[in-house]
T-cell receptor
Framework: EAGVAQSPRYKIIEKRQSVAFWCNPISGHATLYWYQQILGQGPKLLIQFQNNGVVDDSQLPKDRFSAERLKGVDSTLKIQPAKLEDSAVYLC???????????????FGPGTRLTVL | AQTVTQSQPEMSVQEAETVTLSCTYDTSESDYYLFWYKQPPSRQMILVIRQEAYKQQNATENRFSVNFQKAAKSFSLKISDSQLGDAAMYFCAYRFFGNEKLTFGTGTRLTIIP
């Protein structure tokens, strides 16, 4: 079974530019997550999708970050405009079960390392 | 709000020896899950072990085991017969039963000394 795919693996941009990250979850996984991992910290959830609907985006900086999951499969996370403090690894994860109380594990992709200069 | 604390930023152990990584958490919930994830330099988070809070028996996966103390809100990871491939960042994580949001600690960097 193929794992969670993410691209690009690395991205360097200037502040105030825009950037987009792509995630393809494991086939059939209903739930998809985007995490931000700043150097020296644990991952922090930005947004959770269940199929193509948003379940939790309470920690997404909506003035500059946006995410979508078209057709309940692939997802794109966008930052516009980027700030220096957005430098981090952006991790995508997926989970096979939809709904609350799932015991299933989140499977993570390799992440995208973003550097904002 | 739930918080997860890992008080050991770095640990090291001799190859083939045993090491214990500490984790404490704070929650007012009674039904939840606890996890240990491993993150090697490749950055991919890999599940090491999972514990359901309603289970009194400590989880075990081959060389990895946990010491779950619910009353003390403590969840330590023991790695036996440490191997070079165990070198990585280890993150403790909490998830309330009622949703799927993971809350992570700040991680412990484990070094294996040959």
């Amino acid at each position: 079974e193929a794992g969670v795919a993410q691209s690009p693996r690395y991205k360097i941009i200037e502040k105030r530019q825009s950037v987009a990250f792509w995630c393809n979850p494991i086939s059939g996984h209903a739930t998809l997550y985007w995490y931000q991992q700043i150097l020296g910290q644990g991952p922090k959830l930005l947004i959770q999708f269940q199929n193509n609907g948003v379940v939790d985006d309470s920690q997404l900086p909506k003035d500059r970050f946006s995410a979508e999951r078209l057709k309940g499969v692939d997802s794109t996370l966008k930052i516009q405009p980027a700030k220096l403090e957005d430098s981090a690894v952006y991790l995508c994860a997926s989970n096979p079960m939809a709904g609350q109380g799932s015991t299933d594990t989140q499977y993570f992709g390799p992440g995208t390392r973003l550097t904002v200069l | 709000a739930q918080t997860v604390t890992q008080s050991q930023p770095e640990m090291s152990v001799q190859e083939a020896e045993t090491v214990t990584l500490s984790c404490t958490y704070d929650t007012s919930e009674s039904d939840y899950y606890l996890f240990w994830y491993k993150q090697p330099p490749s950055r991919q988070m890999i599940l090491v072990i999972r514990q359901e809070a309603y289970k009194q028996q400590n989880a075990t996966e081959n060389r990895f085991s946990v010491n779950f103390q619910k009353a003390a809100k403590s969840f330590s990871l023991k790695i036996s017969d440490s191997q070079l491939g165990d070198a990585a960042m280890y993150f403790c994580a909490y998830r309330f039963f009622g949703n799927e949001k993971l809350t992570f600690g700040t991680g412990t960097r484990l070094t294996i000394i040959p």
